[in-house]
């Protein structure tokens, strides 16, 4: 079983930067994959960026260059660096992993992959 809580979400202006984290309890397989998706109020979650085998990464092509995810194994935590932050960035931002994946567009498409949920953490950017 395993189990995410996430943090590190909070209100920043736009053009500003946040950490979000999401410290992982349980075994996560190394063929899995962890990532972060996003839900803004009235629209559907949408993928941001996963990490595969713990190692390659893949970006929502609206946060290519803005957004970084990286797993440190020692802690088994999973981080997403957001830097020039965009009002449309707000949202609640969710930590996920998924005991079997591909690597790739999938992996931020079939988010039925995903067993495992954090309760999220609200990011909030003003103009």
């Known amino acids: 079983q395993v189990q995410l809580v996430e943090s590190g979400g909070g209100s920043v202006q736009a053009g500003g930067s946040l950490r979000l984290s999401c410290a992982a309890s349980?075994?996560?397989?190394?063929?899995?994959?962890m990532g972060w998706f996003r839900q803004a109020p009235g629209k559907e979650r949408e993928g941001v960026a996963t990490?595969?085998?713990?190692?390659?990464?893949y970006y929502a092509d609206s946060v290519k260059g803005r957004f970084s995810a990286s797993h440190d194994n020692a802690k088994n935590t999973l981080y997403l660096q957001m830097n020039s932050l965009k009002p449309e960035d707000t949202a609640m931002y969710y930590c996920a992993a998924a005991p079997g994946c591909s690597s790739g567009s999938s992996s931020l498409l079939y988010q039925h992959w995903y067993h495992y949920w954090g309760q999220g953490t609200q990011v909030t950017v003003s103009s």
């Open positions: 349980g075994y996560i397989y190394r063929s899995a994959c």
């Open positions: 990490i595969y085998n713990l190692g390659s990464t």
